[in-house]
């Protein structure tokens, strides 16, 4: 039947496809999931995200979004593939199809992925431009 590309998928599915991959597996409750999903829908009802997914057969092979959006730039991330669909170049494409749409838009693209896929995002044109470090909240006792 062959892939087909859905620029306005259920958010709800989108959630738990990332939640059910290896991008976010690792900070799963049921909290973070339901504020997750609560902050993809407001942003993409505000104009600020756009999320991707490729499908085949009408399951989800792959997802891709820009969950950052300003009048000149665009942040990709939580790209996920689904085991099964994975070296089929699912997750390539739609990146690279969502930076081109960006660019043609005049909008700088900057990605951020998790530590150990730096050669997947190289091999798409993309170079590593620095690092980026976070600060974690002590949690209350």
């Not at 620029?7 to 496809?17: A, C």
């Not at 499908?55 to 820009?66: I, K, L, N, W």
């Not at 043609?104 to 150990?116: F, S």
Request: with cysteine.
């Amino acid at each position: 039947m062959g892939f087909l590309l859905n620029e306005s998928p259920s958010l709800l599915g989108v959630t738990e496809f990332l939640w059910g991959g290896g991008s976010l597996a690792a900070h799963h409750d049921r909290r973070s999931t339901d504020t997750f999903y609560s902050e993809i829908c407001t942003m993409r009802n505000r104009g600020l995200a756009e999320i991707w997914t490729l499908e085949e057969s009408g399951v989800t092979a792959a997802t891709a979004g820009a969950y950052a959006v300003t009048g000149n730039a665009a942040l990709l991330s939580a790209v996920e593939t689904a085991p099964a669909f994975r070296g089929k170049g699912c997750a390539g494409a739609l990146v690279c199809a969502l930076a081109r749409r960006f660019c043609e838009q005049g909008k700088a693209v900057c990605l951020v992925a998790r530590p150990g896929v730096e050669g997947f995002y190289e091999k798409l044109g993309f170079e590593q431009r620095g690092l980026t470090y976070g600060h974690a909240a002590p949690e209350n006792d």
